[in-house]
Nanobody, 120 residues
């Protein structure tokens, strides 16, 4: 069984920074894609950023230039460095990964989420 677990959320003032981490565990052959989503109260879950195994990165317009996604493949971990945080970044942040197991099956894996609150 594979799983991912987020960490690094918290409370920060506007303009501050946080770094989220998402570590995958279990018997993993490879990870095709790692993504960060977020869901604010009363809103739909939205894709914030993604990074493929080849290193292709994407960002939603509202975070481009402020957030940076990176991966440590040796540690099966993806990071989201969030700078210049705004109150509208407040949300639960979820990690999603497409993990290939030993059977060659791609496991669509979600974490439990970590709360990020931007408030003065």
């Amino acid at each position: 069984q594979v799983q991912v677990e987020e960490s690094g959320g918290g409370v920060v003032q506007p303009g501050g920074s946080l770094e989220l981490s998402c570590a995958a565990s279990g018997i993993i052959v490879s990870i095709r894609l790692m993504e960060w989503y977020r869901q604010a109260p009363g809103k739909q879950r939205e894709l914030v950023s993604s990074m493929t195994a080849r290193g292709t990165k994407q960002y939603t317009d509202s975070v481009r230039g402020r957030f940076t996604i990176s991966r440590d493949d040796a540690a099966n971990t993806v990071y989201l460095q969030m700078n210049s945080l705004k109150p509208e970044d407040t949300a639960v942040y979820y990690c999603h990964a497409e993990i290939v197991d030993t059977l060659g099956i791609v496991r669509d894996t979600w974490g439990q989420g970590t709360q990020v609150t931007v408030s003065s």
